[in-house]
């Protein structure tokens, strides 16, 4: 049975025709055009559909969408814009953290919501936060020291 849906993503309200049990991941890229978060393995196990809801990390693969009304989801899409990059999206292109680009918008989910809990991590604790998210091009160097990139240059702004 499907009927509307009202879920808030990326700040937005918006209402969707669907049954509450579909994955919210369907609903952010076949019926909102959010197409940031990726299908990988549909189990929860590579991070690619990663998302926050209400600031922490959540599989959009697997997350029936009637569970989130009332609460905050935020995507890839949600971080900056073009004209204002998030801090964590400049470091990425500055380090070239990306190849492929597959697992990168999970991996900046799980990189903010480390961030945010978290404003000077060491490099075993942002190794940490991204274990559950795969990359198979072997950029996890690279990536390590964008989010150590994107750490620093926050906490510099805070200092300002």
Known sequence: MSGPLTLTVNG???????APTTPLLDILRNHLGLTGSRYGCGLEQCGACMVLVD?????????????????????????????????????????QAGQCGYCLSGMLIAAKALLDRNPAPTRADVATALDPNLC????????????????ADMRSRADS
Do not use: N, W
């Open 12 to 18: 937005c309200m918006y209402q969707v025709d669907a």
């Open 55 to 95: 600031g922490v990390t959540a599989y959009s693969c697997s997350r029936e969408a009637g569970t989130l009304e009332g609460r905050s989801v935020t995507t890839v899409e949600g971080l900056g814009s073009p004209e204002a990059l998030h801090p964590l999206q400049k470091a990425f292109l500055d380090e």
């Open 136 to 151: 198979r091009c072997g950029t996890h160097p690279r990536i390590l020291r964008a989010v150590l990139r994107a750490a």
